[in-house]
């Protein structure tokens, strides 16, 4: 058993390595189906349910500890602690997130009824309630699903069905063809070439567009590259951001100007005299506005990680006619720190606490004749959450802005699995993002999900570009901006329990085994 896990650790990596792949930052999604479709041919294998649910935690361990061990980063370099309780931390949280994983293989093997297509329906049902549940529960972290190394193919089903429903499909496809491989040669050649045809089919003739274009816009995305380390230092950090960011609002000549999360990295109260009033008056005339991220004070005096948008009017009013957007979804132990574990956090040296969140179905801010949706940094991995905006298509977003700061992880293929997870968005809304960032990746993102435009991660620069706006709901964003995922939850649950009972009835009906003559 060990040397099966061995192999399912393999298996886990490369399908962590197919979400952006270390040398280039793409995604690979074929490595990715094959990586998925070896768990399943071993789980076929499986002597045991614990045997089974024990290469599935092996899998998903590993394939999580290489999607994300850029958190290594920020809590060695930028927090102070120590390597090993570093790793071990990540090695932790992976392996508890892999449990989800562990009752799925156990379920699949528990449950697997004896027809092709029943077994990678079930496969597909209790992989997707694994990814639901991790994307959801105890505030969710879905970074690293399976549906981002997919943005360039099965991405085509994105404004269907979302990110986990492209993940279910992954399954689906990767558990039929690891049957494939151990079904009879005459099996092999007839119906494994149906299926592929039918979802080639799909993806050709099902209708791709459900969005049309609503004007243009010109914008400047500003990427300061201010190191992590001095960002908040009051004598190095905090002094450039300042005059750099100041520097650039005060001379962009774009219709819309943004700067990323924190790039003003001082509450308004404690801005250099005047800084915080010229920068208002700049945008109180003519025809610009501006949108960045700024720390501000709540209404029960705790601390909101926000963005402020400025245009004429209303920043010429007061401060309170400012446009306003208090980031909703938290990030656990960096803008909150859950129950029991303050003990973990004040062993690092970063200046954590519990911020207050913001509604999640904010207003957006017109610019224009375009309505621009801000998020901020993780927000964009919950698309259900920005569906929640598409509830009236006219007030929808025309276009949405991604404003954020990973500098916290170094020069990792964090940057580009996070502008897969935009680019994922755009496909699921149909909605082009900007992305301002502090150090990558600055980005412009089309509505079917192509950058189009690209600042150089970890450079100071300027993206100037023209984006157009999109009207429409996709499907998605009709029934995920009332429902949640829930529909998805309750479908893959439907599915689990019919083929459950399907499997029991025929394990019933079968011919009992002759008895053994003495």
């Known amino acids: 058993m060990l040397l099966s896990a061995f192999f399912a650790v393999i298996a886990g ?19 990715q189906l094959v990586a998925l479709g070896f768990l399943v041919w071993q789980l076929q294998q499986a002597r045991s ?45 992976a392996a508890v997130l892999a449990l989800y994983y562990a009752v799925a293989a156990y379920a699949y093997v528990a449950l697997k ?79 494994m070439p149906v299926m592929a045809a039918s979802v080639a089919g799909i993806m050709v003739w099902a209708p791709h567009s459900y969005s049309e274009a609503a004007g243009k816009l010109r914008v ?6 201010i190191p992590q380390d001095q960002k908040f230092q009051a004598g ?23 700067a990323p999360e924190t790039a003003i990295p001082l509450l308004p109260r404690d801005l250099p005299a005047d800084y915080w009033a010229s920068l208002r008056q700049r945008y109180s005339q003519g025809s610009q506005a501006a949108l960045f991220g700024i720390p501000l004070v709540g209404t029960q005096g705790d601390y909101t990680n926000s963005v402020v948008g400025l245009r004429p009017g209303d920043a010429a009013a007061n401060e309170a006619s400012n446009y306003r957007y208090d980031k909703h979804h938290l990030v656990p132990f960096g803008e909150f720190i859950p129950p029991l574990f303050r003990w973990f956090t004040d062993l690092m040296n970063i200046p954590l606490g519990d911020f207050s969140r913001g509604v999640l179905n904010p207003p ?22 920005l569906a929640r905006r598409f509830v ?71 993206l100037l570009a023209r984006v157009q706006g999109r009207e429409g709901n996709t499907p998605f964003a009709s029934w995920a ?38």
């Not at 599935?56 to 930028?78: D, I, K, Q, S």
């Not at 492209?166 to 049957?179: C, D, K, Q, R, T």
């Not at 992305?435 to 600042?455: E, F, K, P």
């Open 220 to 225: 400047a995305l500003l990427q300061g590259n």
């Open 49 to 93: 349910l614990s045997e089974a649910a024990w290469l599935g935690w092996a899998f998903a361990t590993a394939w999580l500890c290489a999607t994300f061990w850029w958190l290594f980063v920020a809590m060695n370099t930028y927090a102070g602690l120590a390597a090993w309780l570093a790793a071990l931390a990540i090695l932790m949280l």
């Open 13 to 31: 990596l490369c399908h962590g390595i197919a979400l952006a792949a270390p040398w280039d930052g793409q995604p690979r999604g074929w490595l």
């Open 392 to 462: 009236d298509p006219a007030k929808a977003p025309t276009l949405l802005a991604n404003i954020s700061n990973i500098g916290w992880f170094g020069e990792s293929i964090a940057v580009d699995q996070h502008l897969h997870i935009s680019r994922l968005r755009s496909l699921e809304l149909q909605r082009p993002m900007v992305r301002a960032t502090n150090t990558g990746a600055t980005a412009v993102i089309d509505h079917r999900g192509a950058v189009t435009a690209l600042q150089p991660p970890h450079t100071r620069g300027v």
């Open 236 to 258: 190095t950090g905090v002094i450039d951001a300042l005059r750099w960011y100041g520097e650039q609002m005060a001379t962009a000549t774009a219709p819309l100007v943004v």
């Open 113 to 191: 009824p004896s027809q092709a297509l029943g077994a990678a329906a079930l496969f597909a049902s209790v992989w997707m309630l694994a990814e639901l549940a991790r994307g959801i529960w105890f505030t969710g972290f879905g970074w690293g699903a399976a549906g981002y190394a997919h943005i360039n193919g099965l991405a085509r089903f994105a404004p269907y069905v979302g990110a986990y429903g492209i993940a279910a499909l992954v399954a689906f496809m990767a558990s039929l063809i690891a049957i494939w491989v151990q079904a009879p040669m005459i099996a092999r050649r007839f119906w």
């Open 481 to 518: 901006s009332r429902a949640g995922l829930w529909p998805l939850a309750l479908l893959a649950a439907l599915a689990v329990a019919v083929l459950a009972w399907k499997s029991r009835l025929s394990a019933r009906s079968a011919p009992a085994a002759p008895a053994s003559r003495p």
């Open 364 to 385: 957006s801010f017109p610019v224009g004749t375009q309505r621009v949706g801000p998020n901020i940094c993780y927000e964009d991995l919950f698309g259900e959450e």
